[in-house]
T-cell receptor, first 114, second 115 residues
Framework: DTGVSQDPRHKITKRGQNVTFRCDPISEHNRLYWYRQTLGQGPEFLTYFQNEAQLEKSRLLSDRFSAERPKGSFSTLEIQRTEQGDSAMYLC????????????FGEGSWLTVV | AQKVTQAQTEISVVEKEDVTLDCVYE???????LFWYKQPPSGELVFLIRRNSFDEQNEISGRYSWNFQKSTSSFNFTITASQVVDSAVYFC????????????FGTGTSLTVIP
C-alpha cells in the first residue's frame, strides 16, 4: 500500500508532555498538509508544505505547535506542553502539483491528553 | 462565515432507499474546486469526487451521483439503493484557486443505513 501513512495511530499523554506525530506522504507528492479534526467537526487546516518549505500556517497553529518536512519527504508535527484542548485527530494529507488538486488523507493520529 | 454548509447533521435510511446529502458553498472566486469525502468509522477520509467550477455536468459513478448547480451554490450527493456499507460521515469541501493551499470542509453528514 503506497498511501499516506501516519504514526502513531493513537497516543495518550499527560497534560504538559510533548508529543510528536509522523507522516509519510504518497511518494511522488510534493505537497503535504496537516489538519486537525475534533468530534462532530470537519477537518480544519493547520499548515502546508510544498517540498521542504512550510508556506502557510493557520492561526490554529499556536506557538506550541511546530511542523517540519526536512527533506521534502516525511513530515513531523510536534506539540509541546500539551493541553486537554489539544485532544483531537491529527490528519496528514498529500497532493501532487498545483492548488486545487485532490488531497489524499492518511488514517489519522488520535491524541488524547489526560 | 462558514464557506461550506452541510445542514443535515444526521440521516438514517433503510437499506435500498435513495438518499441525498446536501452541500452549499460560498466563494467569491470564479475558479474553485469542490470535493466529497467519506469517513467510515475507521477514521480515514476517502476521496470520492472532485469537480471544478467550470464543469457543471452531473456525474454518476455506480450508485453515486453528484449534482452541481452554480446558480444555487450547491453540490449535492445522492446514493441510490443505499447499502449498510454506505454508513459513514460524508464531508463536502471547497478549495479556492486564490487560496488553494487549504481545503474548507463542512461539518459533515452522518449517514446510517439500517438493514
Amino acid at each position: 500500500d503506497t498511501g499516506v501513512s501516519q504514526d502513531p495511530r493513537h497516543k495518550i499523554t499527560k497534560r504538559g508532555q510533548n508529543v510528536t506525530f509522523r507522516c509519510d506522504p504518497i511518494s511522488e507528492h510534493n505537497r503535504l498538509y496537516w489538519y486537525r479534526q475534533t468530534l462532530g467537526q470537519g477537518p480544519e487546516f493547520l499548515t502546508y508544505f510544498q517540498n521542504e518549505a512550510q508556506l502557510e500556517k493557520s492561526r490554529l497553529l499556536s506557538d506550541r505547535f511546530s511542523a517540519e518536512r526536512p527533506k521534502g519527504s516525511f513530515s513531523t508535527l510536534e506539540i509541546q506542553r500539551t493541553e486537554q484542548g489539544d485532544s483531537a485527530m491529527y490528519l496528514c494529507a498529500s497532493s501532487l502539483g498545483r492548488a486545487g488538486n485532490t488531497i489524499y488523507f492518511g488514517e489519522g493520529s488520535w491524541l488524547t491528553v489526560v | 462565515a462558514q464557506k461550506v454548509t452541510q445542514a443535515q447533521t444526521e440521516i438514517s435510511v433503510v437499506e435500498k432507499e435513495d438518499v441525498t446529502l446536501d452541500c452549499v458553498y460560498e466563494t467569491r472566486d470564479t475558479t474553485y474546486y469542490l470535493f466529497w469525502y467519506k469517513q467510515p468509522p475507521s477514521g480515514e477520509l476517502v476521496f470520492l469526487i472532485r469537480r471544478n467550477s467550470f464543469d457543471e455536468q452531473n456525474e454518476i459513478s455506480g450508485r453515486y451521483s453528484w449534482n452541481f448547480q452554480k446558480s444555487t451554490s450547491s453540490f449535492n450527493f445522492t446514493i441510490t439503493a443505499s447499502q449498510v456499507v454506505d454508513s459513514a460521515v460524508y464531508f463536502c469541501a471547497l478549495s479556492e484557486a486564490g487560496t488553494g493551499n487549504q481545503f474548507y470542509f463542512g461539518t459533515g453528514t452522518s449517514l446510517t443505513v439500517i438493514p
